[in-house]
């Protein structure tokens, strides 16, 4: 059993930041890549960024310059540093884990999620 724990979110004026952490704990052999997920109403959960082992990130088009992801991974967490945040962020953001178990089995661990709100 893998759990993952986010904290962060909040109502956050347009132009303004937040920090979003998720952290594993559990049945945890390794950690691959982390990434971040958001879903706003009414819409299908889409890509926000992806970070792997080595450090290499990707990010969706419409956070490119304005998020960063990284990760600790003595900590087991992955934070997601948004800034200049605009309404249309709005949605609940969820934190992704590929994990390899003590078992050495794959498993694709979801955060419970946590809301974003970006509103004057």
């Known amino acids: 059993q893998v759990q993952l724990v986010e904290s962060g979110g909040g109502l956050v004026q347009p132009g303004g930041s937040l920090r979003l952490s998720c952290a594993a704990s559990g049945s945890i052999f390794r950690i691959n890549n982390m990434g971040w997920y958001r879903q706003a109403p009414g819409n299908q959960r889409e890509l926000v960024a992806t970070i792997t082992t080595e450090g290499t990130t990707n990010y969706a088009d419409s956070v490119k310059g304005r998020f960063t992801i990284s990760r600790d991974n003595a900590k087991n967490t992955v934070y997601l540093q948004m800034q200049s945040l605009k309404p249309e962020d709005t949605a609940v953001y969820y934190c992704?884990?590929?994990?390899?178990?003590?078992?050495?089995?794959?498993?694709?661990?979801w955060g419970q999620g946590t809301q974003v709100t970006v509103s004057s």
């Open positions: 992704n884990f590929a994990v390899t178990d003590y078992q050495l089995e794959y498993l694709d661990a």
